[in-house]
């Protein structure tokens, strides 16, 4: 999945991106109401300038249908 990709090889500003694409493509209006923030915050949370908290984060990637997880990576 996209998301997952560049979670695992992007930087936070690229994640940041993805989640922005992934909204538009499912519709801003639609995520927003599933995360329980105004399509206003979540343009602004989600634009280039954007600095979302991991609260928003984590609310748009559930909206999505997507779940965040933490993996410890090799040794």
């Known amino acids: 999945m ?13 994640f940041i991106h993805a989640l922005n694409t992934a ?9 927003a109401k599933k995360a329980g923030i105004s399509r206003a915050s979540l343009y602004k949370s989600l634009s280039e300038n954007g600095k ?12 999505l249908g997507c779940k965040l997880a933490v993996v410890r990576q090799g040794t």
């Not at 979302?52 to 909206?63: N, R």
Request: aromatic share 6%; net charge negative; no cysteine.
């Open 23 to 31: 909204a538009r493509a499912m519709g801003m209006t639609e995520v």
């Open 52 to 63: 979302p908290k991991f609260s928003t984060i984590s609310k748009v990637t559930k909206a």
């Open 2 to 14: 996209f998301l997952q990709e560049v979670a695992a090889d992007g930087e936070e500003a690229d």
